[in-house]
Structures are given as structure tokens and as C-alpha cells.
């Protein structure tokens, strides 16, 4: 079992920032890959970046060049740094670790609102 732990969502305004960080915890040895999705209300849930066990990183190519993901050296946390933010970017945003056999663990998700 692997337990996903979001904070540092919030208000900002647009052209703002903010810094998600997700704090793993549990049998963190089987997750290979961490990331981040979100979900805007109506909409599907979209993957926004993701950073491999090796280090290597994907994003969204709505997101490339304004959002960072990173992770400490334990990679025990994940963080996701947003920078000017878009209206569109608002959306809960849910940290998840994939794992080879023992599928995908979610978070519980933070809101992220960004006013125009």
C-alpha cells in the first residue's frame, strides 16, 4: 500500500504561482513513477507531468514551460511548481504513483483556482 498525501493548492491570481508538493508514504519501494493529473469540472482528467524513478520528466503540452515537477533525493515527495498561471489551469489536481504490479495510487486531490 502506498498513501499519497497533496497540499498547496489555493487561490492566485493569473500570471501567479503556486507549489503543489505530495508526500508518499507506505511501501513507496514499488512506485517507479509519480506525477500529477487534474481535472477541470465537466471535463476529463488530464495528465500534467510525470517524473519516472530515473528522473526523467513529461509534461503536458499545455503546461510546458510554466510547470516544473521535481522530487527530493528520499523521492519520497513530489512537487509541482506552477508558474503564470492560466485561468484554464484551474481544476483539483490529484498526485499519483504508478507501480509494475500493484497498479496506480491516488491522492485525495487539492483545488487549484486561478481568477482571471
Known amino acids: 500500500q502506498v498513501q499519497l498525501v497533496e497540499s498547496g493548492g489555493g487561490l492566485v491570481q493569473a500570471g501567479g504561482s503556486l507549489r503543489l508538493s505530495c508526500a508518499a508514504s507506505g511501501s513507496i519501494g514499488i512506485v517507479n513513477a509519480m506525477g500529477w493529473y487534474r481535472q477541470a469540472t465537466g471535463k476529463q482528467r488530464e495528465r500534467v507531468a510525470i517524473i519516472t524513478f530515473g528522473g526523467r520528466s513529461n509534461y503536458a503540452d499545455s503546461v510546458k514551460g510554466r510547470f516544473t515537477i521535481s522530487r527530493d533525493n528520499a523521492k519520497t515527495t513530489v512537487y509541482l511548481q506552477m508558474n503564470n498561471l492560466k485561468p484554464e489551469d484551474t481544476g483539483v489536481y490529484y498526485c499519483?504513483?504508478?507501480?509494475?504490479?500493484?497498479?496506480?495510487?491516488w491522492g485525495q486531490g487539492t483545488q487549484v483556482t486561478v481568477s482571471s
Open positions: 499519483y504513483g504508478d507501480t509494475a504490479f500493484s497498479g496506480t495510487y
